[in-house]
Every structure is written in C-alpha cells, then in structure tokens.
C-alpha cells in the first residue's frame, strides 16, 4: 500500500495540502484565554508534519462499524484532509459495472419463446418481450 500511495503522490503531486499560516494580532500584555488550546493545536501539528497524508490517515480512529456510513461523503469530506488518499480510495473503491443486465437483455428471447410458448404469435412474444423491460 506504502508503494501505491508514493505512486499516487508522484502523479497527484500538484494536490498535496496547503499550510497556511495565520498570525493574530497582539493582546498587548492581555491574557490569552487560548493559550492552552494553541499549544494542543501546536503539539499535535508538529507530531503530524513528518507524516505522509497515509500515515496521518491509517493513524486516524477507526469509524464505528455500526454506523450509518455515507462512503461517498465521507471520501468526499476527507478529500481535503487526504487528497491523494482520497485519490487511491476512488480508483480501489469503484464498483465495476456489471455485465449482467445487458447479458438478460440480449438473452430475453429465450425466456420468453419457450417449448410451452411456441405457438404464439409474433405480435404477442414481441409484447411480452416489450413489457418484461
């Protein structure tokens, strides 16, 4: 997973994440009350910046089983955090189109024109073809 994730990366390198920065204005000797919650934010940045967005996403808590998961939403939502991630999950998570429908559909007649059914009409084999779509 470690090598398709680097492969990814190399070819979605133009969507990795932008860290921007923000500076607030000085409190002037006022007390901060967001202290505490800035050196939280601060540690856990710093714990984070050596990893690549499959480290940070593998290191996530894992989401309950028994809940109501949205898959699409929640790629969808992640792909901000997780772009490349995201990237990896659309192409492994894709459901392949199924061949059957157009398989029973070409196959029709078969079921419909059967030993018991061999004496009807064309018109009425044509309209139980057309209804059975």
């Known amino acids: 997973m470690k090598s398709m994730f680097d492969d990814y990366k190399l070819q979605y390198a ?25 050196h939280f934010v ?8 050596g990893k690549s967005q499959l480290e940070m996403y593998l290191d996530d808590d894992a ?15 992640s792909s901000v955090r ?12 894709t459901i392949p189109v199924s061949i059957v429908a157009s398989d029973s559909a070409f196959s029709i007649g078969g079921k419909t024109v059967s030993a018991s059914r061999s004496l009807l009409k064309s018109k009425t084999i044509q309209a139980l073809v057309c209804l059975q779509d």
Request: proline share 5%.
């Open 82 to 93: 997780y772009p490349v991630v995201s990237k990896m999950a659309r192409d492994l998570l």
């Open 14 to 38: 133009s969507s990795s994440p932008i860290v921007v920065a923000l500076s607030r204005p000085s409190t002037s000797g006022a007390r901060n009350y967001f202290d505490d919650y800035d």
């Open 63 to 77: 989401l309950d089983l028994n809940s109501r998961l949205d898959i699409l939403e929640f790629w969808h939502q």
């Open 42 to 49: 601060g540690t856990s940045t710093r714990s984070q910046v």
